[in-house]
Structure formats: structure tokens, C-alpha cells
């Protein structure tokens, strides 16, 4: 199939919280594209919008306090948004899974590892309960985890992190997803581990030719595993682009700031934290670009207008009305 239409779309996504009289943007208009057969890392820091991106995707959104203002996810010629609850049942973990940082929160600690994975199987691919048993093994014995079918016995609270990890992935994938979100799948795990789970996940995305949104905060990380990579700021895309070209050649200012503050992108265990200056409040609404206030290339312009996300070659979009000019250090 060509690769040119794009698996998933996010159009202008705007997504507040209330509390009493208080407004909070959390997303400010989120545009996005995911291709098929594409690991599509996302990047930025603490609250800029990431889970709340990916919650949006899953139609599990906390409505209220959340409010979905305005946008469209496209998903197979539908907007995920306009689905009732029961249609959007039939698509999360069949058609659109996710693994959570914390799989201690995800996992049923009632039931045994293999009975979960079974019971989805069972739910979204209607197989006998010999065939999904049959799927459970080989699932636990595809991500690592044996085929001895111990851990298919095991409660949750018998396993390590590492292998709950990879049992939540064996879950997510069980019903060959289109696409499966990982928002920092590995942040809890140590060094060895957080590479073994990158590799599971590559492999596994080549093999089931899945599209995936790969949530972190470390560059190193992404710069590893993903193809294509997009920067959010206070709840929007500043730069998208093909991994190599963001890298290489980074257009935005805060991208810029962030190669600048992980200067060895490819060495992990960096945190987006070393930028001066505030993050915007998430109670005002700016009349320019959100982080004028912290850019070292903010004129005039930019408090009065705010930047949309265009094109700045093919395949390379960024929002900022100064794009790729450089400053003094
Ligand atoms: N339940 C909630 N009530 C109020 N505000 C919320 C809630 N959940 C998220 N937010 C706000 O939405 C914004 C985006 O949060 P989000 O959790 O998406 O950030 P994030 O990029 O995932 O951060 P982190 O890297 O720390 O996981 C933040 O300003 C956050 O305070
Ligand atoms: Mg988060």
C-alpha cells in the first residue's frame, strides 16, 4: 500500500481543563500526521501535551474536567472524536492500542498474565478460547518472555518491571493494532532494560508493520528508534520532520535549544530541562507564538502573530515566522 496517505491525522486540536473558574490550555491546536510502517517519536517537556495527545487518540480523555474545543483525529475515513463510546470500544486495542510508563497501572493485578491477554483476544478477534490460548504463547514468546507458558500463570505482582513491560506490550499488540501509541514506555526502567524494550518495540513494529507514536522526553532515545520526529511546546507542533533532517537541521528555535542542551543527542538519559526561561502560563491565551518569551529570536512580530505550522521544504514543517535563522551564543 502506498505510504503517502497517512494511517492517522490530528487536524487543530484543542483540548482545555476547568477547574471552578479556571481555564487551562493543554493543547492548542495539535496538528500531526502518522504514516504506516513509521515510528514517529514525539518530543517535548513536562506538560507540554503529550499524554493528553495520546488519551485524545484513545477516546479516553477525562471529560470533565477536559473539553474538547475544536479538531478532528481521522482515523480509516472517521473522526475518532464524533465515535460514541461503543464504536470507539471496537477500535482501542483492536485497531489503536497504547503501553502506559506504568504497566503496574495497566495490568489487572486479579488476573494472570495469560487470562488478559486471552480475554482480548477473545473480545476483538472472536477466537476459541483454545486458539486465544494458543495466541497468548506465542505473544509472551514473541516479546521475550518464554514459551514455557510460566509467565501465561503468573499475576502481575510475580513479574519484574521489565517483564511486566513486555507483558503489556504483548497485550497491546495481541490484536494487531494499525497503530499503538508508547508514551514513555521505558522512563521507568534502567539503562539495559530501556534498550532491550526499544529493540522489542522496533522489531515488533517492523514485523507487524505498525504505525507508532513514540512518546519521550529524551532525544537520545528518540534519535534511536524513530523515523520521523515531531517537537510539541506548550500544547503545540513546532517543528515536524524525517528524523535525519530535525537532527541535522533543525529549523525552530526551540528545537535548536533543545540539540543545544543534549549536545550528544545520541547519548540517552537527557532531560528536556536545561531551556532558561518560563513555560507559558497555561491559563493565558497569547496573541503571538507561545514561545516568544523564551527565543532568543523574538522581534515585534512574534508577540503580535501567531506562527501556523507550514512547510519549509518536503516533508518539513515548523512554526515560527523566523525559521531556520540562527543566533549568536
Ligand atoms: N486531569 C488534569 N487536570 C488538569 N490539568 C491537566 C490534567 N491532565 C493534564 N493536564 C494539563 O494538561 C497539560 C498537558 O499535560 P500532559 O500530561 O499531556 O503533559 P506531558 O507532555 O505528557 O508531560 P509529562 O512529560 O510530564 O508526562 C499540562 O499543563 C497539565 O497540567
Ligand atoms: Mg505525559
Known amino acids: 500500500m502506498e505510504t503517502a496517505v497517512p494511517v492517522l491525522r490530528i487536524e487543530d486540536l484543542k483540548v482545555t481543563f476547568s ?3 479556571l481555564k487551562a490550555f493543554a493543547l492548542r491546536g495539535i496538528n500531526l500526521s502518522f504514516k504506516r510502517d513509521e515510528i514517529h517519536g514525539l518530543v517535548g517537556e513536562s506538560g507540554s501535551g503529550k499524554t493528553v495527545t495520546s488519551t ?27 465515535l460514541s463510546e461503543a464504536e470507539m470500544r471496537t477500535y482501542r486495542g483492536r485497531k489503536i492500542a497504547m503501553i502506559f510508563q506504568e504497566p503496574a497501572k495497566y495490568l489487572n493485578p486479579a488476573f494472570k498474565i495469560g487470562e ?3 480475554e482480548m483476544v477473545r473480545l476483538h478477534l472472536g477466537m476459541s478460547r483454545q486458539a486465544a490460548e494458543e495466541r497468548a504463547k506465542e505473544l509472551l514468546h514473541l516479546v521475550g518472555l518464554g514459551k514455557d507458558g510460566r509467565v501465561l500463570d503468573s499475576f502481575p505482582h510475580e513479574l519484574s518491571g ?13 490484536c494487531n493494532p494499525d497503530f499503538l501509541i508508547a508514551d ?9 532494560l530501556q534498550l532491550q524494550i526499544l529493540r522489542l518495540l522496533k522489531k515488533l513494529q517492523s514485523l507487524q508493520r505498525m504505525s507508532v507514536l513514540f512518546i519521550s522526553h529524551d ?12 517537537v510539541i511546546y506548550a500544547g503545540k507542533i513546532v517543528e515536524s520532520a524525517k528524523k535525519e533532517n530535525l537532527f541535522k537541521n533543525s529549523l525552530h528555535p526551540y528545537t535548536k535549544l533543545l540539540m543545544l542542551s543534549s549536545p550528544n543527542a545520541k547519548k540517552r538519559g537527557k532531560r528536556l530541562t536545561t531551556i532558561p526561561g518560563q ?5 493565558e491565551t497569547p496573541r503571538g507564538c507561545s514561545f516568544a518569551p523564551r527565543c532568543p529570536l523574538a522581534r515585534d512580530r512574534c ?17 515560527c515566522h523566523f525559521a531556520g535563522e540562527t543566533w549568536k551564543i
Not at 304 to 315: K, M
Open 116 to 118: 488478559q491477554i486471552i
Open 19 to 21: 477547574h471552578g473558574q
Open 279 to 283: 513555560v507559558l502560563d497555561a491559563t
Open 56 to 82: 485524545c487518540i484513545m477516546g479516553l480523555l477525562p471529560s470533565p474536567p477536559a473539553r474538547i474545543e475544536s479538531g478532528r483525529i481521522l482515523y480509516d475515513g472517521k473522526d475518532l472524536l464524533q
Open 303 to 319: 508577540y503580535a502573530e501567531d506562527p501556523e505550522l507550514t512547510a519549509y521544504t518536503e516533508g518539513h514543517t515548523v512554526a
Open 162 to 174: 521489565g517483564m511486566k513491560q513486555r507483558a503489556m506490550i504483548a497485550i497491546a499488540i495481541s
Open 219 to 230: 532525544l537520545g532515545i528518540v534519535y534511536e528508534i524513530a523515523d520521523a520526529v515531531s
Open 184 to 192: 514513555e514506555p521505558t522512563t521507568a526502567l534502567d539503562v539495559t
